[in-house]
């Protein structure tokens, strides 16, 4: 049983990995290997010199302030070490698998309290889906403070777990592990909030006041592990703080509407959880979800399944606020889901077992995960277009008028097209595509290196339009600068538009 979530979180990073070459580079990711780039550049200066590395803290370490330095300093660390054997792009990515992984584990652990079926299945109900499995390949911070934000809660629970009723042992690993998700993502400021609450319902109050102090040490954690905090660290702080505390509103397209600003529908998360994810799913994280805030208001939660409901709510409550910016499809509130897949997966086995015969549990597993199966082989490497059976799937969420994809990452389906007829040095519009982007495509061999990057569609020879509702200017932009409405070619997913590539009459591939 020990050895069990290891190999599952073994297996799970493993799995990433050899399923990424094809995912497509977000726009996050391009700024987060931009960041890296410059992050190693200062780890090599630090090895050879480490006071003159200090001194210029400022100058590598200001890119991409907004973010914590954590994940990008491994993107930074893996790049370093790993660039000899490997692309740069999957080297960077590396320690992505490793907190896909270490999710896996993390949820492997809640499971086995249950059952060892409930142990392996916890973090299958997770992945099995597109939605998520997508999210687990990118260098990005989504799925590592959903990592963290189980890991966070074992930690917590072992350490109330460990203290002795007439003693104290303290659970210095549970405050550092804190610390850690501090300095992945701001998503783990509300953590504290939650295990006081939790700390003050539970048995176990006086153990767990005693502990709750260790979170102290993640202040030391989060400076060590972000070096631009190391000169004026109260004014970066504070950039980070505003910066998240007045985010932009990015223009979203929600049932025929494209939603620009608050106030927004307060169900927005639970709606697009529910129609993203495949329908099964959706019914047991439905399930667990009633089971338990029934059992809460029937006062009949031990303490990991209380922690459980806390963690779950509290990755999607802010996003029930109508204020909180609500762009990214489902990956801002990842925990939610994963934090209800152990009490998911409990049931799931409890109804299997009162079926009462042999094998009634892999019946059961099967017709659960076979449907987000189908959907990761039949949409994957476009994971931000999927869409499960409540929506009708990708042509039913279209027709609902949801939104379609977001990051630009499903232009790798249209770069050997490109890299195809495009001829020399011809400049092209990667719409929403940012340039670093465009760099790293470069720079994995997917798109030719002389292909160049041009700023609109009047600069360009050809146009890779992503569709999107907020930016439907752009294709009668093109057709006046082109002179043509014909697209040459396209990524259509269940005949529905995602990527339209368009050529300038009389160059290749023209129609």
């Known amino acids: 049983m020990k050895r069990l979530p290891v190999l599952i979180g073994f297996f799970t990073a493993a799995a990433m990995a050899l399923t990424q070459a094809p995912v497509g580079f977000t726009r996050d990711e391009g700024y987060y290997f931009t960041a890296a780039q410059s992050y190693e550049a200062w780890l090599k200066i630090f090895f050879h010199s480490p006071a003159a590395a200090i001194a210029q803290t400022e100058r590598y370490w200001s890119y991409n302030f907004e973010h914590p330095g954590l994940t990008k ?67 990005c911070f989504d799925v590592p403070i959903c990592a963290l934000w189980a890991g966070v809660g074992v930690a917590w629970l072992a350490a109330l777990r460990r203290l002795p009723a007439t003693g104290y042992r303290p659970p210095v690993w549970f405050g550092i592990l804190y610390g850690i998700s501090l300095a992945v993502k701001h998503n783990a400021w509300v ?65 025929g509407a494209v939603l620009r600003a608050p106030p927004f529908p307060i169900a927005y998360p639970l709606v697009v959880d529910a129609l993203a994810l495949p329908l099964p799913l959706v019914v047991l994280l439905a399930a667990a ?44 509130w990842l925990a939610f889901v994963a934090l209800l897949t152990p ?68 232009v790798t389906a249209v770069l050997p097209w490109l890299n195809a007829h495009c001829p020399p040095g011809a400049r092209v519009y990667f719409h929403e595509v940012n340039v670093e982007s465009y760099r790293a495509y470069i ?18 020879d050809y146009v890779a339009l992503q569709w999107h509702r907020e930016f439907r200017d752009r294709e009668p932009e093109t057709w006046n600068a082109f002179g043509t409405h ?11 538009p995602q990527i339209v590539v368009y050529a300038r009459p009389g160059l290749p591939g023209a129609p």
Request: glycine share 10%.
């Open 443 to 460: 720079l994995s061999g997917m798109l030719r290196g002389d292909i160049r990057y041009a700023g609109g569609p009047a600069d360009a």
């Open 289 to 332: 979800g009633l089971s338990l805030l029934v059992d809460f208001a029937r006062r009949r939660l031990d303490a990991q399944r209380l922690l459980e409901l806390g963690l779950a709510g509290a990755a999607v409550l802010p996003f029930m606020l109508r204020t909180t910016p609500i762009f990214g499809g489902i990956k801002h």
């Open 73 to 139: 300093l491994l993107f930074a660390l893996s790049h370093l070490a790993f660039t000899p054997w490997l692309p740069d792009t999957l080297a960077w990515r590396l320690p992505a698998f490793f907190f896909a992984g270490l999710l896996s584990y993390w949820l492997c652990v809640l499971g086995l309290s249950r059952s060892r079926a409930a142990g392996i299945l916890a973090p299958l109900l997770f992945w099995c889906a597109e939605r998520t499995f997508f999210h687990g390949h990118l260098a």
């Open 343 to 410: 009490e998911a997966a409990g049931l799931l086995v409890k109804a299997a077992d009162l079926a009462g015969f042999r094998r009634a549990v892999q019946i059961a597993a099967a017709a659960v995960l076979l449907p987000g199966a189908w959907q990761i082989v039949h949409l994957h490497p476009y994971g931000t277009s999927a869409y499960g059976e409540l929506a009708g799937d990708v042509p039913g969420a279209a027709t609902l008028g949801m939104q379609r994809q977001y990051w630009s990452n499903n």
């Open 191 to 255: 953590l504290p909030g939650v295990l006081l609450v939790h700390g003050l319902l539970i048995r176990e109050r006086r153990r767990a006041l005693l502990t709750l102090p260790w979170i102290l040490l993640s202040p030391i954690v989060l400076v060590a592990c972000w070096p631009l905090l190391w000169h004026d660290p109260l004014r970066h702080l504070g950039d980070w703080i505003a910066f998240h505390t007045h985010h932009v509103h990015y223009a979203w397209w929600y049932f």
């Open 486 to 496: 014909r697209p040459a070619t396209g990524l259509y997913l269940d005949e529905v």
